[in-house]
T-cell receptor, first 109, second 113 residues
Framework: AQRVTQPEKLLSVFKGAPVELKCNYS??????LFWYVQYSRQRLQLLLRHISRESIKGFTADLNKGETSFHLKKPFAQEEDSAMYYCALKAPETDKLIFGTGTRLQVFP | DAMVIQNPRYQVTQFGKPVTLSCSQT?????MYWYQQKSSQAPKLLFHYYDKDFNNEADTPDNFQSRRPNTSFCFLDIRSPGLGDAAMYLCATAKGLAGDQQFFGPGTRLTVL
């Protein structure tokens, strides 16, 4: 079964500290992986996707097929990074996203 | 701006009284989705349309129905809301291509009295 696991409900760091939000998935093929973010009082929006191999707002995520992980990282957290982060998986043969339960990131000044 | 719009943003209904939530998009996307999100939980897909083709999730209760009269609009009908149906309902759209992203609306928060 396809599944996305985000083990941390809450991650609290101070400004300038490194951040890693963990995401593990279970899927037998080659999935598409995404990170979506929801800032306070805003709609859910795409942060980045693995196929783009891009850095958005200083965040990067590398797909590790051996460990079935897609952890989100940022070397120096900013207060404006405080938000809810969802990891999501899409099987290539479907149009559907499967979301993890989300991690709330709090960045303190 | 091209976007996904949901109306109303807040909806209050009574137990058992039918309610309809609305979603519209100006992105001309092929796919439209409805998710249910309860507090502290992941968005849960209820169903989606690829153009006119309706795709229901196996665990979506029969109480939930959907209509897509045209490309731009999609409706979520809850025939007999129960207290357990109180949640945020999210609409999203996508082009329907490999690797593309979903664009989300702001959501409608449903309260059932």
């Amino acid at each position: 079964a396809q599944r996305v696991t985000q083990p941390e409900k809450l991650l609290s760091v101070f400004k300038g500290a490194p951040v890693e939000l963990k995401c593990n998935y279970s899927y037998s093929g080659s999935p598409e992986l995404f990170w979506y973010v929801q800032y306070s009082r805003q709609r859910l929006q795409l942060l980045l996707r693995h196929i783009s191999r891009e850095s958005i707002k200083g965040f990067t995520a590398d797909l590790n097929k051996g460990e079935t992980s897609f952890h989100l990282k940022k070397p120096f957290a900013q207060e404006e990074d405080s938000a809810m982060y969802y990891c999501a998986l899409k099987a290539p043969e479907t149009d559907k996203l499967i979301f993890g339960t989300g991690t709330r990131l709090q960045v303190f000044p | 701006d091209a976007m996904v719009i949901q109306n109303p943003r807040y909806q209050v209904t009574q137990f058992g009284k039918p309610v309809t939530l609305s979603c519209s998009q100006t992105l001309n996307h092929n796919v439209m989705y409805w998710y249910q999100q309860k507090s502290s939980q992941a968005p849960k897909l209820l169903f989606h349309y690829y153009d006119k083709d309706f795709n229901n999730e196996a665990d979506t209760p029969d109480n939930f129905q959907s209509r897509r009269p045209n490309t731009s609009f999609c409706f979520l009908d809850i025939r007999s809301p129960g207290l357990g149906d109180a949640a945020m309902y999210l609409c999203a759209t996508a082009k329907g291509l490999a690797g593309d992203q979903q664009f989300f609306g702001p959501g409608t928060r449903l309260t059932v009295l």
